[in-house]
């Protein structure tokens, strides 16, 4: 009953705690004073609905503020198509210029990143940064048919020099990135007008954007950027919590953390609390896999993994399941993130120690659980057998007599005689009866 209690008031706890950082969260920054400003935000790593809703509250709380600019340092591989368009159509609509800005040295703006920077009012890179690859390609390790395939690169080349004309950009090489999946250094962007300028550092930036004229929905306005304050916008607890598990190895612990709890669940029924664990972390779970790459001949292997498990725990297989269970885990969670994007690269280091961690808990509570079930009863009237006493009356061949066993008095009966005092062993148990032998 008190384990119950405890339970429900951690999960209301929880319950509380989550609505707090998703509704009553302060707001990310606090301006005093009307002053000069640049609003500032670093996106990195794959376009999610985690970045869209950061990328998106950063301009609503930008424009609210009066800001002369939103900059994005963006650095991404690229990510999901939907969350891509909903960043793009507010970036579009949004009555404060918007900047991107490739950085630091060594990023890029990568498939879907392309297109994020093509939106931008002003688009701008870092040295040793590179910009492009732009070819769609299917999430979840399927392929696409060449009817199919063609129709989502018309689309997506369509939609990207649809931005480009409205920006003022290269159209026909933004159509080659989409097509051919080609990619330039910083410089060459310059070059060919696939981005304005190129800058070493944000005060660099800052500077070369002072006087430039931009075009707003609601008309032509110049930057004033030069001396501005900078504000540097960063995600809150919620945010980055939830970015937090859109990284594979995260998901992939969350995943296998879940399928534990149900497996518990099932094998203890009434326990709770593994259920309740392993669901939340499910559910965890397959909210980061919509961002991911994910192979589902990988996840139905761990899926059935599992199920070989719980099966083990009814049948009598002599350890096969268990073995086959084992190598469907392995070979499901080699497979699971199965592309060449590193970003959603599962690290080996994490696969290893997870999957013996898993193999030697359920073969540890297998081995454990059939210990005990082979263990001879310690309790209730089968417990008397194979227990020792002593004679305390003269048991006679054919007659009863007293033992004192376990600490109580019986009446004994045994096939031979057998003295006062003399050490004797329980052979079977008969009623109130208890047939014995010497010990």
Known sequence: MYLKLLLRSLLLYILFAFLAAAGLSAPPYVCAEQVRSVHYVEAEGAVSPVMAEYLLRSMHSASEQGAEALVIQLDTPGGLDLSMRKIVKEMLASEIPVIVYVAPAGSRAASAGVFITYAANVAAMAPGTNIGSAHPVAMGGAEMDETMAKKVENDAAAYLMGIATKRGRNAEWAEKAVRESVNITAEEAVKLKVVDLVADSRAELLEKLDGRRVV??????????????????????????????????????????????????LSNPGAIFPGVVGAISLVLAFYSFQTLSINYAGLLLIGLAIVFFIVELSVVSYGLL??????????????????????????????????????????????????????????????????????????????????????????????????????????????????????
């Open 216 to 265: 707003l929905p609601s008309g032509e306005r110049g930057l004033e950027t030069k001396g501005a304050e900078v504000f540097e916008v960063e995600m809150d607890l919620r945010l980055r919590l939830l970015d937090a598990i859109t990284n594979p190895n995260v998901a992939y612990i969350l995943m296998m953390v879940g399928l534990l709890g149900i497996y518990f669940e």
């Open 322 to 439: 268990t073995i086959a269970g084992l190598v469907s885990l392995v070979l499901g969670s080699l497979m699971l993130f199965d592309t060449p994007d590193q970003f959603v690269k599962l690290s080996f280091w994490v696969v290893l120690p997870t999957v013996l961690f898993m193999s030697a808990l359920i073969l540890g509570t297998g081995y454990f659980a059939l210990r005990i079930y082979r263990k001879r009863p310690v309790s209730g009237i089968e417990g008397f057998v194979g227990e020792e006493g002593t004679v305390v009356e003269k048991i006679g061949e054919g007659s009863v007599g007293k033992v004192f066993v376990d600490g109580e008095y019986w009446n004994a009966e045994s096939a031979e005689e057998i003295a006062k005092d003399e050490r004797v062993r329980v052979v079977e148990v008969k009623g109130l009866k208890l047939h014995v032998e010497k010990a």
